[in-house]
């Protein structure tokens, strides 16, 4: 039999938050018929069709964390933690997997990770390229503010390493403009495209999610609001039907074989976030404060209202502007910010969940949505949110926060809207959910276009269209 190829895939990074290096991982394997070993920090697992292919193999690295030093001299942890990290990722790549015919590494973080990558390159006579996602200085930046000293010394490593790739992909044209001009790096441009398994979920997609989800969004602790108040009353849940609870949910009901979308449900609204600083979470909780007050003057309502409009809801009532309910996935350091601040909010109409899914059951969720927010801006101004490409790949329409390349990808009124501040965006939830579920004709149109989006490309298209040619360009150089 025939040697086969093989493609060592580099992630400096928890795999499973990673999903276009999975993506290659699974092409380079399905498409290309390449042995593949994913060296990458443990974490989250990655999706179930990463971890029954037969021919990826994944090799966990153990995460570098000095929490307690970088309390006492930061400069002096982020030295150690790289220095660590590099001799971490060099071990792997040179001892502990085969030789590979080609790394693919993701970038950022760049630091130690293209170094490493690149002395493995020369000890084992692989040559290498880079996926940029972004610029790793850029999101230094964020924190340290871009003429920092160290900010400075990152950019120079990373331009430095750069350039020493074999060949370099990347997300956007603005990206592969500014690589070019001002870092003499050529990169072919491989958009950000949805797999297969993101698709619009059907009603017995929707009805077996929202049973599992069931006590995070209907019973978490110490919390009352509009979803949870609406399932404690005596008419609520399966007594407005006479069914057994089992076959009823926030979001459906299902008689006999039927299943249903209940007509006064709230409007699902979906927003992954790595709870960043790149991500401004504070405009989405504005923005859900002002839609909570511009329904209630909308509806001519005063404020001792809110038992009677959830004891209505609980009876079945349907109004003009729906409830709103927010699931946030995620994980990331500014989540337990957030979520105290949410904590704080007496809304009327909206509510809020916080939670981590599976790879499995996060495209169901998009699927199972009616928008989707993005509230990334990019470091650098050059990158696109892949949450987005995913939710277009459901069918989901989105609003997202304008920046200088987004229009990329989202097409204003045609598969998203764009907002700049959190008023902006209250419009458009007064817009775009008035007469919910039925009677929102423009959410509906946003809808179909999220869809032509979706079935004009996809991941693996794209990724043999693109991504293939330069690596076997790469690898036959190398021979």
Avoid at 327 to 340: C, L
Avoid at 369 to 379: F, K, P, Q, W
Wanted: charged letters at 20%; one cysteine or more.
């Amino acid at each position: 039999m025939e040697k086969r190829g093989r493609v060592a895939v580099v992630v400096l990074g928890d795999i499973g938050r990673s999903p276009r290096m999975q993506y290659h991982a699974l092409s380079l394997a399905q498409q290309a018929h390449l042995e593949v070993d994913i060296v990458a920090n443990g974490g989250s697992d990655p999706h179930m069709a990463v971890k029954e292919n037969q021919s990826i193999h994944l090799h966990k690295m153990t995460s570098v964390n000095l929490q307690g030093l970088s309390k006492l001299s930061s400069p002096v942890a982020l030295l150690l933690k790289a220095a660590m990290q590099f001799i971490i990722l060099v071990w792997f790549l040179c001892f502990k997997i085969p030789r590979p015919d080609v790394f693919v590494v993701q970038n950022p973080p760049s630091v130690p990770t293209l170094a490493a990558v690149k002395l493995s390159s020369w000890l084992r006579r692989s040559p290498f390229v880079i996926d940029w996602h972004n610029f790793g200085y850029t999101l230094l930046g964020l924190s340290h503010g871009r003429g920092h000293v160290i900010v400075k010394i990152y950019h120079w490593f990373e331009k430095y390493f750069g350039r020493m790739a074999d060949g370099s992909l990347c997300v956007t044209k603005a990206m592969q403009h500014e690589l070019a001009q001002n870092w003499g790096i050529k990169a072919t441009v491989l958009y950000d495209q949805p797999p297969e398994f993101f698709h619009p979920a059907s009603l017995e997609e929707k009805h077996e999610l929202f049973h599992r989800l069931e006590n995070s969004i209907c019973h978490p602790n110490g919390i009352r609001d509009c979803v949870t108040a609406a399932q404690r009353g005596p008419d609520s849940g399966a007594a407005i039907h006479g069914l057994d609870q089992s076959s009823n949910t926030l979001f459906s009901t299902q008689i006999g074989n039927d299943i249903f979308l209940k007509a006064n449900r709230p409007a699902l609204v979906v927003s992954s976030t790595s709870w960043t600083p790149d991500e401004d979470f504070g405009i989405l909780l504005e923005a859900a404060v002002m839609y909570d007050r511009r329904v209630a003057a909308a509806l001519s309502e005063d404020d001792s209202v809110e038992e009677k409009i959830w004891m209505d809801i609980n009876n079945g009532k349907q109004y003009l502007y729906p409830r709103l309910l927010f699931i946030i996935t995620g994980k990331g350091p500014e989540r337990r910010k957030y979520e105290e601040q949410i904590k704080k909010l007496n809304l009327r109409r909206v509510a809020f969940r916080t939670m981590w899914l599976s790879a499995e059951d996060y495209p169901i969720l998009l699927g199972s949505a009616d928008l989707g927010v993005s509230l990334h801006t990019s470091s650098s101004g050059l990158d696109l949110p892949m949450k987005v490409v995913d939710m277009f790949g459901c069918g989901l329409p989105v609003c997202a926060v304008s920046f200088s390349c987004i229009t990329e990808l989202v097409e204003v009124e045609k598969n998203g809207l764009l907002f700049s501040t959190s008023s902006e965006l209250a419009d458009e939830f007064m817009m775009l959910f008035k007469g919910f579920p039925e009677k929102c004709d423009t959410l509906n149109s946003l809808r179909d276009g999220a869809l032509a989006t979706a079935s004009s490309a996809r991941w693996s298209t794209e990724w043999e269209m693109h991504a293939l040619p330069l690596i076997s360009e790469v690898i036959s150089r190398k021979q």
